[in-house]
């Protein structure tokens, strides 16, 4: 079953988020999901261990360099999607998941020093996958995003990886107070109260938008995987 890596050798890049609403978005449609915190900070184990974690979520918790690739591949045989939430450097256990990802997930905000490191994990997924000699499919997902304009150093950047021939996900992470309010009172976007916290409606649509593009891409890369085969 697909495994899907988030990585970035940036701290703060948007990982934990993402990978919480995704695998909130992919529960919520009846999808069983594993959700490997191998970050030793604990930030998604922290929010699965909030009330509101759906039921459909399988936390594995204190993942380490050791630990990993077993996670993995025991999770492999019980969940639809496997989701890993790595610590924001390169080390041993990101450069294990990343080997073992079906896609990986890199994040990046507005600026040069996030569009910077998303190129030096780039790297690092091209030497996992030339040292495995197999193809380590990749995207980078563009996250806290402003709803209303594309300033200029965010169309620069994504010209930039464009020109590179870097994938780039259509839907993007627009910068939320949803998506902040989740980490601190547990649950998903569609549990939070709209008396307390704005946009709701919008953050929804979002996590929908970036579930469907990744279910589409996973198909996508089995489809191309399956025609190599034959
Ligand atoms: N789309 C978003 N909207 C609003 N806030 C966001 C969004 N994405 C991330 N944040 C906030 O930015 C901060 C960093 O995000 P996050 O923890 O997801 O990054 P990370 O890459 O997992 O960081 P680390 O490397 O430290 O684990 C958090 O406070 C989070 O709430
Ligand atoms: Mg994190």
Redesign the pocket.
Known sequence: MPIIVFA?SK???????AAIILASELARHNTNVTLIDA?P?Q?SAKWAQKDGCPMNIKLIEKSTEETIIDDIDSAQEKTAFVLVDL??TASMAVASAISRADLVIT?CQGSQDDADEAAKTIKLVNRQAKVLNRLIPFAVLM??TNPAITPRTLKHIMKEFRDAGIDIFEAS????EA??AI?SFGGTVNDLDPKQVSGIDKAIANAHALAIEVIERIKGIKRKRDQNHD
């Open positions: 970035s701290g703060g890049a948007g990982k934990t988020t970050d900070n930030h610590e924001g994040l996250t806290r992470l627009i910068d939320r998506f902040r980490r």
